[in-house]
């Protein structure tokens, strides 16, 4: 009777058999049967009448229905039945334990079932060498590896595997466990010679793993490329999904074709078309909640609503247009005449290049209205935009789009505000514009103003080029001198010189009184500003070379009587030279010069400021000293050096003033602006300041009825200064009768208002002694009575 060596279990040498499909039995393994087929039923039933004992063989092909013993391998394992269990239907379920390997050495009978005489294989192993045991860990590591790779294999069985000691047997528990074709597992149980076994073993092993690689490969790129492509995509679409159920996909889709709708209907040039059709891509691509949603939109609803194409038709008839600016404004002739010529040149040309108009003058004298008259007269809109305080280049051309909160500069702003791209654009305070670290706008305002570049003016966060080639730009200054170079280099310059006083008259009783009464919802019945109040107003309430504080004014009078008259008041309010203080107050200004008197030391001069021309009293003193010169009043750089000119001239002429030759060596002299809070500058001062320090020296009265204006030299001749015709206009305000004017000047008396004319001498000078012998009185200037001591 063979006996199996390890188990020392004795097997009878005629054995049942059981043919297996898809199956192989190792020894010391346990395999579960399910025993269907009559033969093989009988076959158990025969080794359970037994010592349980059975032989298991496999199918040489697994289809074989009733294998006899040609189908069958020769070489297979015996095993104990450990249990067996008869179900219903005649089949039988049994758990086999695997003894040894077998070998047939004969079939003894078919029937009933197979019975095969057989002789057990010697397995006898050996302890394994170092080569071995090398082996068998690496066939352990390969095991592991395969259940790392998705191998349905146990934990506890990986670690039984790791404690299987002898090669031969840990073959068969690996390949037992691999799930192995049953051709590769027979193979395996046929291989008798341990190592041979082994190796079988591994390589079976390392096929099985590369297929397991292979598999797992294949599979992380399917789902890279599932992450890359699908995943956003399927999380959009559940996105929609959601938004759907919340019921607001369709809002959103309605409001997508909205944007495509007016896009379409913008009238882009292509490139912004496409430029927007992409940010739209974008946005509907985009989790509605994402916080950029909105700064796409924001841009998107900028671009829309950007007048690309759309502009007001002009109409240009001179005839009319000249009849507008008379109907909306007095005087002005050669205002209306250059605006009128320049529109011409505009309709002739049929462009808007050539020079950009630039309104200079003091605050209300009329810029803003002439420039809204012009847009009525072209049939444009007006729209306006201050450059005062304007550092920033971005203000002009906007923030890129990068910043938080970035918009389009105010060019862009206004243009889209106008719904044209054609209107009238009027610049104010182009001289107030600044330069600072964060750039400078001129250049950027040069662009704009630039009828060359213009037509695609590039605004930082529009990212695209806008036309202002259509636009009609004006700028306004209240002072020539303080425009860029570059920029008024590009400017044809009208002057806005102010007002007479009969000027004012009229454009109070004409335009402001009844522009006001209406604004007050009252009416020429109702309330009656009598002529001289209005010259009251003008004299002693306002001191300005425009009208704006005589409009407001005139606005503090109609809602004083507007109230009244909401009050219950009946009839109507008449306002004379007399009763103006009651609504006005007591008058905030002396007019004329009528209360001062000739004084030593103190002579009139006339400057020109933002405001308009004025006129100052400069006053001059000496004390004890040593010739220092001390000057107040917040006097800029030139007027100082003109201050130090003037003494410089005083010394030189000392002996022909009657002066002693060194008394500036015993004296300090003193020169003072009064209103010294306010600033004051430019070299036109320079003959007043030299005549009252003359005075103050020579100790004698100034005329008061004389003003005068001038630079002097240190030879003692007067140079032409800017700004005569707002200069005189302050004069003839004040009430002063006599002006002394550089002789090089006389030439812009031309401009000068006719009743201003006659009503003032003026007095061309071109040296010093000719100013001192007009300004100082009787018999005090060089050469007449006498020297007076300092
Ligand atoms: P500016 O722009 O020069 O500061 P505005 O044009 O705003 O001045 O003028 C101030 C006010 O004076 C406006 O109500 C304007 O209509 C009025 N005004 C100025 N000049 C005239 C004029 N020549 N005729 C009629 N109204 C005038």
Same mark, same amino acid.
């Given at each position: 009777?063979?006996?199996?060596?390890?188990?020392?279990?004795?097997?009878?040498?005629?054995?049942?058999?059981?043919?297996?499909?898809?199956?192989?039995?190792?020894?010391?393994?346990?395999?579960? &049967?399910?025993?269907?087929?009559?033969?093989?039923?009988?076959?158990?039933?025969?080794?359970?009448?037994?010592?349980?004992?059975?032989?298991? &063989?496999?199918?040489?092909?697994?289809?074989?229905?009733?294998?006899?013993?040609?189908?069958?391998?020769?070489?297979?394992?015996?095993?104990?039945?450990?249990?067996?269990?008869?179900?219903?239907?005649?089949?039988?379920?049994?758990?086999?334990?695997?003894?040894?390997?077998?070998?047939?050495?004969?079939?003894?009978?078919?029937?009933?079932?197979?019975?095969?005489?057989?002789?057990?294989?010697?397995?006898?192993?050996?302890?394994?060498?170092?080569?071995?045991?090398?082996?068998?860990?690496?066939?352990?590591?390969?095991?592991?590896?395969?259940?790392?790779?998705?191998?349905?294999?146990?934990?506890?069985?990986?670690?039984?595997?790791?404690?299987?000691?002898?090669?031969?047997?840990?073959?068969?528990?690996?390949?037992?466990?691999?799930?192995?074709?049953?051709?590769?597992?027979?193979?395996?149980?046929?291989?008798?010679?341990?190592?041979?076994?082994?190796?079988?073993?591994?390589?079976?092993?390392?096929?099985?793993?590369?297929?397991?690689?292979?598999?797992?490969?294949?599979?992380?790129?399917?789902?890279?490329?599932?992450?890359?492509?699908?995943?956003?995509?399927?999380?959009?679409?559940?996105?929609?999904?959601?938004?759907?159920?919340?019921?607001?996909?369709?809002?959103?889709?309605?409001?997508?074709?909205?944007?495509?709708?007016?896009?379409?209907?913008?009238?882009?040039?292509?490139?912004?078309?496409?430029?927007?059709?992409?940010? &739209?891509?974008?946005?509907?691509?985009?989790?509605?909640?994402?916080?950029?949603?909105?700064?796409?939109?924001?841009?998107?609803?900028?671009?829309?609503?950007?007048?690309?194409?759309?502009?007001?038709?002009?109409?240009?008839?001179?005839?009319?247009?000249?009849?507008?600016?008379?109907?909306?404004?007095?005087?002005?002739?050669?205002?209306?005449?250059?605006?009128?010529?320049?529109?011409?040149?505009?309709?002739?040309?049929?462009?808007?290049?050539?020079?950009?108009?630039?309104?200079?003058?003091?605050?209300?004298?009329?810029?803003?209205?002439?420039?809204?008259?012009?847009?009525?007269?072209?049939?444009?809109?007006?729209?306006?935009?201050?450059?005062?305080?304007?550092?920033?280049?971005?203000?002009?051309?906007?923030?890129?789009?990068?910043?938080?909160?970035?918009?389009?500069?105010?060019?862009?702003?206004?243009?889209?505000?106008?719904?044209?791209?054609?209107?009238?654009?009027?610049?104010?305070?182009?001289?107030?514009?600044?330069?600072?670290?964060?750039?400078?706008?001129?250049?950027?305002?040069?662009?704009?103003?630039?009828?060359?570049?213009?037509?695609?003016?590039?605004?930082?966060?529009?990212?695209?080029?806008?036309?202002?080639?259509?636009?009609?730009?004006?700028?306004?200054?209240?002072?020539?001198?303080?425009?860029?170079?570059?920029?008024?280099?590009?400017?044809?310059?009208?002057?806005?010189?102010?007002?007479?006083?009969?000027?004012?008259?009229?454009?109070?009783?004409?335009?402001?009184?009844?522009?006001?009464?209406?604004?007050?919802?009252?009416?020429?019945?109702?309330?009656?500003?009598?002529?001289?109040?209005?010259?009251?107003?003008?004299?002693?309430?306002?001191?300005?070379?425009?009208?704006?504080?005589?409009?407001?004014?005139?606005?503090?009078?109609?809602?004083?009587?507007?109230?009244?008259?909401?009050?219950?008041?009946?009839?109507?309010?008449?306002?004379?030279?007399?009763?103006?203080?009651?609504?006005?107050?007591?008058?905030?200004?002396?007019?004329?010069?009528?209360?001062?008197?000739?004084?030593?030391?103190?002579?009139?001069?006339?400057?020109?400021?933002?405001?308009?021309?004025?006129?100052?009293?400069?006053?001059?003193?000496?004390?004890?000293?040593?010739?220092?010169?001390?000057?107040?009043?917040?006097?800029?750089?030139?007027?100082?050096?003109?201050?130090?000119?003037?003494?410089?001239?005083?010394?030189?002429?000392?002996?022909?003033?009657?002066?002693?030759?060194?008394?500036?060596?015993?004296?300090?002299?003193?020169?003072?602006?009064?209103?010294?809070?306010?600033?004051?500058?430019?070299?036109?001062?320079?003959?007043?300041?030299?005549?009252?320090?003359?005075?103050?020296?020579?100790?004698?009265?100034?005329?008061?009825?004389?003003?005068?204006?001038?630079?002097?030299?240190?030879?003692?001749?007067?140079?032409?200064?800017?700004?005569?015709?707002?200069?005189?206009?302050?004069?003839?305000?004040?009430?002063?009768?006599?002006?002394?004017?550089?002789?090089?000047?006389?030439?812009?008396?031309?401009?000068?208002?006719?009743?201003?004319?006659?009503?003032?001498?003026?007095?061309?000078?071109?040296?010093?002694?000719?100013?001192?012998?007009?300004?100082?009185?009787?018999?005090?200037?060089?050469?007449?009575?006498?020297?007076?001591?300092?």
């Amino acid at each position: 009777m063979p006996v199996s060596d390890d188990e020392k279990v004795t097997i009878p040498e005629v054995l049942p058999i059981i043919p297996m499909r898809d199956l192989v039995l190792f020894p010391n393994l346990v395999l579960p &049967l399910f025993v269907g087929r009559e033969r093989s039923i009988l076959a158990l039933e025969e080794a359970m009448r037994g010592d349980h004992h059975v032989g298991l &063989l496999a199918q040489r092909v697994s289809d074989t229905q009733d294998p006899g013993p040609d189908d069958l391998f020769t070489i297979g394992c015996a095993g104990t039945v450990l249990q067996e269990l008869k179900l219903p239907d005649a089949t039988a379920r049994a758990l086999v334990e695997g003894i040894a390997r077998f070998r047939v050495v004969e079939f003894i009978s078919t029937e009933p079932f197979l019975q095969a005489r057989i002789e057990m294989i010697d397995e006898s192993e050996v302890t394994p060498g170092m080569e071995t045991e090398a082996a068998m860990r690496a066939l352990v590591a390969d095991f592991e590896k395969a259940a790392e790779l998705g191998k349905p294999i146990p934990q506890e069985v990986l670690m039984a595997a790791g404690a299987v000691e002898q090669p031969g047997r840990l073959a068969d528990f690996v390949a037992f466990h691999l799930n192995l074709k049953s051709e590769e597992k027979q193979t395996i149980l046929e291989a008798i010679d341990p190592s041979e076994r082994m190796e079988r073993t591994s390589t079976f092993l390392h096929k099985e793993l590369e297929i397991l690689e292979l598999g797992s490969k294949i599979q992380s790129r399917v789902q890279e490329s599932m992450t890359k492509s699908q995943r956003e995509y399927f999380l959009h679409e559940q996105l929609k999904a959601i938004q759907q159920e919340l019921g607001q996909y369709d809002e959103i889709q309605a409001e997508m074709d909205d944007y495509r709708e007016k896009i379409a209907a913008a009238g882009m040039p292509e490139e912004v078309s496409e430029k927007a059709e992409k940010e &739209l891509g974008r946005l509907e691509k985009m989790p509605q909640a994402a916080p950029e949603t909105a700064v796409i939109r924001t841009y998107l609803d900028w671009l829309i609503g950007l007048p690309w194409q759309k502009e007001d038709e002009e109409k240009l008839d001179l005839i009319e247009a000249k009849k507008i600016l008379d109907e909306d404004h007095y005087g002005l002739e050669d205002v209306k005449k250059r605006v009128l010529e320049y529109l011409a040149v505009h309709k002739l040309t049929n462009r808007m290049r050539g020079p950009i108009l630039c309104f200079v003058g003091p605050p209300g004298t009329g810029k803003t209205s002439i420039g809204r008259s012009i847009a009525r007269s072209l049939g444009r809109k007006f729209i306006r935009m201050s450059l005062g305080g304007v550092h920033d280049e971005a203000e002009i051309r906007g923030h890129r789009r990068t910043y938080v909160g970035a918009l389009p500069g105010r060019i862009i702003q206004s243009i889209s505000q106008a719904g044209t791209r054609n209107p009238v654009f009027m610049m104010d305070e182009v001289d107030k514009i600044g330069a600072d670290f964060r750039g400078d706008p001129t250049s950027a305002l040069l662009e704009v103003l630039d009828p060359e570049q213009n037509n695609s003016f590039q605004d930082h966060y529009l990212e695209a080029p806008f036309d202002l080639s259509r636009v009609m730009f004006i700028t306004t200054a209240n002072l020539l001198d303080t425009i860029p170079p570059p920029l008024r280099d590009r400017m044809e310059v009208i002057h806005f010189p102010g007002y007479t006083e009969d000027e004012k008259l009229h454009i109070a009783l004409q335009y402001l009184v009844p522009k006001q009464l209406t604004e007050h919802g009252l009416t020429a019945a109702r309330l009656e500003i009598c002529d001289d109040a209005i010259h009251s107003i003008v004299r002693r309430y306002t001191r300005e070379a425009g009208v704006r504080g005589l409009e407001r004014q005139i606005a503090m009078i109609c809602r004083q009587v507007a109230r009244r008259v909401v009050e219950g008041h009946r009839g109507k309010t008449k306002v004379t030279g007399r009763s103006v203080s009651r609504y006005l107050g007591p008058p905030k200004f002396n007019f004329g010069m009528a209360e001062k008197r000739n004084e030593v030391g103190t002579a009139t001069g006339l400057v020109w400021t933002e405001a308009g021309g004025d006129v100052i009293f400069v006053e001059a003193t000496t004390m004890p000293g040593r010739g220092k010169l001390i000057l107040t009043g917040q006097l800029g750089d030139v007027m100082r050096e003109s201050a130090q000119a003037a003494v410089s001239y005083i010394r030189a002429h000392a002996g022909q003033l009657g002066l002693e030759p060194d008394f500036a060596d015993k004296l300090d002299m003193h020169i003072h602006v009064p209103e010294a809070a306010i600033p004051k500058d430019g070299p036109s001062a320079g003959i007043t300041m030299a005549t009252a320090l003359a005075s103050a020296l020579m100790s004698c009265a100034v005329r008061r009825e004389v003003a005068m204006t001038g630079e002097i030299t240190l030879r003692g001749h007067v140079l032409p200064i800017g700004g005569l015709k707002e200069k005189l206009l302050a004069a003839h305000r004040a009430g002063i009768k006599t002006v002394l004017v550089p002789k090089e000047n006389l030439r812009d008396l031309v401009l000068l208002p006719e009743r201003v004319r006659s009503e003032m001498e003026i007095v061309p000078v071109s040296t010093m002694d000719q100013v001192l012998e007009r300004a100082l009185v009787d018999g005090c200037a060089p050469g007449g009575k006498g020297p007076r001591r300092a």
